[in-house]
Each structure stands twice: as C-alpha cells, then as structure tokens.
C-alpha cells in the first residue's frame, strides 16, 4: 500500500525551530518528487516547498513567505522526507502534509495525513 | 505569485451540472499544462481529482472533467451526487518553477 506518515508537528513558540518528518513506503521512495503543502485551519492550501529526486540533483524549491527560513530534505536509505523550520511565526501555523506525484507526473496523487504545527507564546 | 482565483462558492441540485473556474496568469494557468484539482470533504486531505488540464486518475468518475482556456481553467462536475460536497482548489506549476493554489471553493449540494 502506497502510504505516508508525517509526524513531528506539535506547539513552539514564535522564533522557535521545529522538524517535521514524512516516512514513505509502497513506492519507490529514491525516485520520487516530494512536495510539502500546508493548510490553515479553516482557510486554504498553500505550497511550501518540494525536493528532487537524487537522480535530479535532489535540490529544492521554496514558496516565497518560507523561503529562508525553511529546508526541504530527503534520506532516501531511510525513505523518509524532511522539513527543517526555523524562524517560526505565528503564520506558520498550519497543517502540514506531504505529498508526491507518485502516478500522475506533476499532481500530487498521495498525501499523508498531516501533522498540526501551531507557533503560539 | 498572486494565489488564483476561484469563486468562494457554489452550488446545484443532485444531477445538475456544475463549473469551478480558477482564473491565473500568462505566468501560470495560461503557459502551463499542469493544472490540477483537489477535492478536500472536512477534516481530510486533499484527493486528485484532474491532472494535466483534463486527465482523470484512476477511480475519479468521469463526470469530473477539466478545461482551460487561456488563463482560465475550470472544473466541471456532472450529474452532483450528494458525495461531491466538499471544497475543491486547483493549482498550477508557475514559470519561476513553483507551485500556486487558488482559494478554494465551497461545493454544495443541496
């Protein structure tokens, strides 16, 4: 079964620092696109960032408002993606999901359950 | 890069037709063919619902269908089924190689 697992969200204060994990199984892990998104409770989806494969290089692309400040990795001997948040603010605060294009090139067709990061004093 | 624009809202009777419109740029939806739609029912993650313009996954039915016409795309779905409530946000590869989601839209069935 194609499936992935985040897991590190939780509450950090406002400049604090978080990482996120993404652990993926049921495909091939190594040639695979990662993408995070994030929600807002109540409010819409927004990209954050995506990685590529190490065949491609395995560098990354960030949205605008967490470019900076967040990076996007991969262990692909462990089949899990990262996200490393630093300089956190209360905007962040979200759900965070990964998701890749597994079947369908340049959509996410899989998409983890997400994990809640809420940056609060 | 501005989010797309989608209508906050609408709606339809069980077997009318209904069309999501999600209107970008020359820099977005008008130079790209990845333009894609989720479909997000409360409290669970997004589903693919239409890659590519027009190209439906495996097990979406095909009264989902897709179009684009120059900075515009839209979503139609066909003969509502009260399952189909849910919001619904399309998205589209940018030419700074990112990604940009509309607003979101609220299907309602009534």
């Known amino acids: 079964e194609v499936q992935l697992v985040e897991s590190g969200g939780g509450l950090v204060k406002p400049g604090g620092s978080l990482r996120l994990s993404c652990a993926a199984s049921?495909?091939?892990?190594?040639?695979?696109?990662m993408s995070w998104v994030r929600q807002t409770p109540g409010k819409g989806l927004e990209w954050v960032g995506r990685?590529?494969?190490?065949?491609?290089?395995?560098?990354?692309d960030y949205g605008a408002p967490v470019k900076g400040r967040f990076t996007i990795s991969r262990d692909d001997s462990k089949n899990t993606l990262y996200l490393q948040m630093n300089s956190l603010k209360t905007e962040d605060s979200a759900i965070y999901y990964c998701t890749s294009d597994v079947s369908t090139p340049g959509a996410w067709d899989i998409w983890g359950q997400g994990t809640m990061v809420t940056v609060s004093s | 890069q501005s989010a797309l624009t989608q209508p906050p809202s609408v709606s339809g009777s069980p077997g009318q037709s209904v069309t999501i419109s999600c209107t970008g740029s020359s820099s977005d939806v008008g130079s790209s063919n990845r333009v894609s739609w989720y479909q997000q029912p409360p409290g669970t993650a997004p589903k693919l619902m239409i890659y590519?313009?027009?190209k439906r996954p495996s097990g979406v039915p095909d009264r989902f269908s897709g179009s684009k016409s120059g900075n515009t795309a839209s979503l139609t779905i066909s003969g509502l089924q009260s399952e189909d409530e849910a919001d619904y946000y399309c998205t589209s590869f940018t030419s700074s190689s990112t990604w940009v989601f509309g607003g979101g839209t609220k299907l309602t069935v009534l």
């Open positions: 990685i590529r494969s190490s065949g491609y290089g395995g560098t990354a």
């Open positions: 049921g495909f091939t892990f190594s040639n695979a696109w």
């Open positions: 590519e313009v027009n």
